[in-house]
């Protein structure tokens, strides 16, 4: 029950609780012994990162106007044309 | 060869169509669906275009790659002006500030956009039931699901309302519809092209690919998304597929074709699907093909790993929803009860199971036994493929191991919906590129090369084709 509890605040979602369907699906995985189901498969790390030299360096993109504009008419609320933030009360 | 693009723009130059004329009938046919296939319907845009269009071609100046050529976009994609909810509550009334590099390449190219379609939201989901804006039906059969996550997309290729659409595959989410509909949908390797401006599901298997009634047209689409791009840091330079593939090939009947064994003996596969695809086998041999029977891991240990995978990576993509600075906001008395008041009330029920899924698997306890487990699952995935494609040119599946389930069957029993996407889920870990073509079973044949094999993809679906 311990461990159950944080997914609630980990999730932000009121009254979360492990689904049991997923909980079966997490189980197929648990209960698979290697040696058995994956037998003779050895592991490869394959190729889906990118190396570090093939990073491009870090780069400030000005965003346009228009972007600017519709950014701020997707900000949840508004008040006599300000941005209203969230509610932040500091909790010891 | 087949190209509903090619005949399209042969339509405009000999002047028997207008660009305006004919996306108002596509629009006029879209309004009219009762497949509920739109959440967004770019009635006032597309039109705008059409008639630049029209002018552009009386101008004689030539037709772009896709002048005129009316597409649909899953609602997945930014499209700048444009709403794009993922199919989500939260999100319903947000407008994309920017438009995704890969629907730019079309628009570039000339495409017109005619909907914002209907997905599971986020793409989370494999029957297209998991929406804000209401299930989507089948385009064959409407009291049957279409498939998801693209199933609006693979509807509306189906119906011709579009010419193509664009999907998005994270573990089978263009393929399974495109199956379930009897189109070509397909899901290129990872990296071929550039995921910016894609809402993020899974993002180390997310792919763009194309749903299209016709082969070719998936080869000039494909050529047209791929490429470097510096806002997708996973993404490579792939090279140019020619038209000529096409043409007839002797060495095509030399290809080794490999199929994994275990698929097609599990007690989850139809029987139908079953014996359609032991005789398309049968049919390859005949015409010279080498077959070859291969081993891979068992279907559900792999739909398992999958939805591991994905439901930690889309816990934390979709932690950023939270109502701070975009999407719905209820406000709560603290930030933090604002956050789970607005993902409470905003969140499809499928969607908060994956993300609680998500961070379950990653919390202390489970990431050793389970999480852990499905990443090293992976690599061994990888290295699989690696071995079988030393040996065989191409591997052919079953798409979906059932024919599509009527409406509401998948919300009764999930594990159902988990285990459709036990073909498909595998290639996608692997970062394979493998297309759905509509040939062989009742929901089609995924035909799969190793990384960056598209054209040989393209090629053998045209041979088989012709044979079958």
Do not use: W
Request: net charge negative.
């Amino acid at each position: 029950m311990e461990k159950l509890m944080p997914l609630e605040l980990l999730s932000n979602i009121r009254g979360a609780r492990p689904s049991p369907d997923v909980g079966k699906l997490f189980m197929i995985i648990k209960d698979a012994l290697p040696g058995n189901d994956v037998a003779d498969h050895e592991e490869i790390s394959g190729d889906l990162y990118v190396p570090l030299e093939d990073l491009r360096d870090d780069e400030v993109i000005e965003s346009s106007s228009m972007e600017k504009e519709i950014i701020k008419e997707n900000f949840p609320e508004r008040k006599n044309d300000y941005l209203v933030v969230s509610t932040v009360i500091e909790e010891i | 060869m087949d190209s509903e693009i090619l005949k399209i723009h042969e339509a405009y130059r000999q002047g028997s169509h207008t660009c305006a004329g004919l996306i108002a009938g596509r629009i006029g046919e879209l309004e009219k669906s009762s497949h509920n296939s739109v959440n967004f319907l770019l009635k006032d845009m597309a039109m705008e275009m059409a008639s630049a269009a029209d002018d552009r071609i009386r101008s004689g100046t030539g037709l772009r790659a896709l002048e005129g050529i009316p597409f649909g976009i899953k609602d997945v994609y930014m499209l700048q002006g444009i709403n794009a909810s993922g199919s989500s509550g939260i999100l319903k009334n947000y407008k994309a500030p920017y438009t995704a590099t890969a629907i730019r390449k079309l628009l570039d190219a000339g495409a017109i956009p005619l909907a914002k379609e209907n997905c599971d939201c986020f793409g989370h989901g494999s029957s297209n039931e998991n929406s804000y804006f209401g299930p989507v039906r089948n385009a064959l059969d409407e009291d049957l699901v279409p498939g998801g996550s693209s199933g609006g997309s693979a509807v509306n290729v189906a119906k011709g309302f579009t010419t193509f659409s664009i999907g998005g595959d994270t573990g089978g989410s263009i393929r399974q519809p495109s199956g379930y509909n009897r189109v070509y949908g397909l899901k290129p390797t990872y990296g071929r092209i550039s995921r910016y401006g894609l809402m993020a599901y899974a993002s180390s298997t997310d792919c763009v690919g194309p749903i299209s009634r016709s082969l070719e047209d998936i080869r000039l689409l494909l050529n047209i998304m791929s490429g470097k791009d510096a806002r997708d840091q996973t993404t490579f330079e792939p090279a140019f597929i020619p038209g000529d593939i096409f043409s007839d090939d002797p060495n095509t009947r030399k290809i080794r074709i490999g199929y994994y064994r275990n698929f097609i003996e599990s007690d989850n596969l139809d029987g139908k699907i079953r014996s359609d695809f032991i005789r398309l086998l049968n049919v390859l041999k005949d015409n010279g093909n080498e077959v070859e029977e291969l081993e891979f891991f068992d279907d559900k240990l792999l739909v398992s790993a999958y939805y591991v995978l994905a439901m930690a990576e889309t816990a934390s993509n979709l932690a950023r929803l939270d109502g701070s600075v975009y999407g719905e906001r209820v406000a709560g008395e603290s930030i933090r009860d604002q956050y789970a008041l607005t993902r409470s009330e905003n969140l499809t029920g499928e969607t908060r199971k994956r993300i609680v899924g998500g961070n379950q698997v990653l919390a202390h306890g489970y990431a050793e036994d389970i999480y852990q487990k499905a990443r090293s699952l992976r690599k061994m995935i990888t290295g699989s493929f690696s071995r079988d494609f030393r040996r065989v040119g191409i591997i052919l599946s079953p798409v979906t191991p059932n024919t599509p389930p009527p409406l509401g069957s998948s919300l009764k029993n999930p594990m159902v919906m988990y285990l459709s996407d036990a073909y498909t889920v595998g290639f996608s870990l692997g970062g394979l590129p493998t297309l759905s073509a509509p040939l062989g079973t009742g929901t089609g044949i995924q035909i799969t090369a190793e990384k960056n094999g598209e054209e040989s993809i393209l090629k053998f679906a045209k041979y088989l084709k012709d044979i079958l």
